[in-house]
């Protein structure tokens, strides 16, 4: 018995869900989201809650049920409260700033790397030094984090590059250090 895929989800007020065969779209104050889901699975909305069901035992859908249930959760909370991953930079001269919709950051190459954020991400620079991603879709927040991130990976000697708030990283010993 699957202890996540079980669980109702509640339905927030102001927030609207419609099911049609395996897409489901859930429309709330910060904006709409939609997603095909899979056709095994079968998601009801009644009394103000959310309940997906599977329709057999197999290992198959047992793990689409718990992973149906939290996909559509992340929905739910992106819709009401939305995500956002902060991003800090450590390093001389690694630094970020914002030019109107695109957002330039320094980070020690030959030329500023711009970042034109996809439709529903909006990237702030509260700081110099710091970025944060926000968005309505989870998984989206996450890749355009990840991202900024592969751009310059903390290095594990100095520990420069560009790291997620509260990540640490793992220092080594320079080697000919005394």
């Known amino acids: ?81 939305g995500y956002e991953k902060g991003l800090e930079m450590s390093g001389v001269g690694y630094r970020a700033s914002k030019s109107g919709d695109k957002v330039i950051l320094n980070l020690g190459f030959s030329k500023p790397c711009e970042i034109v954020p996809p439709k529903g991400i909006e990237i702030e620079v509260p700081a110099p030094t710091r970025v944060i991603v926000r968005g309505i879709d989870k998984a989206m927040v996450g890749q355009v984090a990840s991202d900024i991130r592969r751009l310059r990976p903390p290095e594990p000697y100095q520990g420069t590059g560009v790291r997620y708030v509260g990540e640490t990283i793992k220092r080594k010993v320079v080697k000919g250090a005394k």
Do not use: C, F, W, Y
């Open 1 to 81: 018995m699957s202890r996540i895929g079980i669980k109702p989800i509640e339905i927030p007020s102001g927030v609207n869900v419609t099911v049609d065969n395996a897409t489901i779209s859930v429309m709330g104050p910060k904006g709409t989201l939609s997603k095909q889901l899979h056709p095994d699975m079968k998601v009801t909305v009644n009394e103000g809650a959310i309940i997906v069901e599977r329709p057999s035992d197999t290992k198959k859908h047992k793990s689409l049920h718990g992973l149906t249930r939290t996909l559509v959760n992340n929905m739910v909370i992106g819709v009401t409260q």
